[in-house]
C-alpha cells in the first residue's frame, strides 16, 4: 500500500522558505519547553538553551525579506507551506492539552 500522497510545496523565495523553517524550528523546541506537555526537564532544558539560536535565524530570515524588498508576508502562501510541513500537529504542541475529564 503507497502512502498518501502530500500536496506539493508552494513556491517559495528562499527568504520565505527560511522563514517557514525557522518558524517551525521555533515552534519544535517551544513545544518541547511546554511544561503541560513535557515529559522531563532535561529535554525542556536542552530545547530553552536552543531556542535563542534559532530565534536568532528566524529573525534573520526576516530581516533578508525585508531587506531584499520584500514587505508583505503571503499569509495564504506560507500557511499552505505550514500545513505541508505538519505545523498544524506542531503548533499544537504550543496549546495546554485538554482538561482531565472528572
Given at each position: ?22 518558524y517551525l ?15 522531563d ?9 536552543a ?37 498544524e ?14
Open positions: 500500500m503507497l502512502p498518501p500522497e502530500l500536496p506539493p510545496l508552494p513556491a517559495l523565495t528562499r527568504a520565505e522558505g527560511d522563514v517557514v523553517d525557522g524550528a521555533v515552534v519544535d523546541l517551544l513545544g518541547r519547553v511546554n511544561p503541560a506537555r513535557g515529559l526537564t532535561y529535554g525542556a532544558l536542552r530545547a530553552a538553551q531556542l535563542p539560536a534559532r530565534a536568532a535565524e528566524l529573525r534573520d530570515a526576516l530581516a533578508r525579506m525585508h531587506a531584499r524588498g520584500e514587505s508583505e508576508l503571503h499569509a495564504a502562501t506560507l500557511a499552505r507551506a505550514l500545513r505541508v510541513l505538519d505545523g500537529r506542531r503548533t499544537a504542541r504550543l496549546t495546554l492539552p485538554p482538561a482531565a475529564a472528572g
